[in-house]
Nanobody
Framework: QVQLVESGGGLVQAGGSLRLSCAAS????????MAWYRQAPEKQRELVSD???????RYADSVRGRFTISRDNAKKLVYLQMNSLKPEDTAVYYC???????????????WGQGTQVTVSS
């Protein structure tokens, strides 16, 4: 079994910062793309940022310049450093990863349980 567990969410004032962490565990052979998504109330889930195993990064236009994604391949961790937070960033943030399980022959998509980020004005 594979699990992704997010941490680091919370309540912060506009202009503040938070760092989200996501730890992958279980019978993992390799992890390819890792990503952060978010879903605000009554809105569709959107991709915030992702990072490939080689370190190539992408950001949504709404967060570019404020958020930074990074990963530690040895520790199977992905981070999202969020600076200059805005009320519009309020959402449940989900970690996702493309993972090859030990003994498996395909990549599977795995999701964390989500962590709430609330930015007050």
């Amino acid at each position: 079994q594979v699990q992704l567990v997010e941490s680091g969410g919370g309540l912060v004032q506009a202009g503040g910062s938070l760092r989200l962490s996501c730890a992958a565990s279980g019978s993992i052979f390799s992890i390819n793309r890792m990503a952060w998504y978010r879903q605000a109330p009554e809105k569709q889930r959107e991709l915030v940022s992702d990072i490939t195993s080689g370190g190539s990064k992408r950001y949504a236009d709404s967060v570019r310049g404020r958020f930074t994604i990074s990963r530690d391949n040895a520790k199977k961790l992905v981070y999202l450093q969020m600076n200059s937070l805005k009320p519009e960033d309020t959402a449940v943030y989900y970690c996702a990863a493309q993972i090859r399980v030990r003994g498996g022959d395909y990549l599977g998509d795995y999701w964390g349980q989500g962590t709430q980020v609330t930015v007050s004005s």
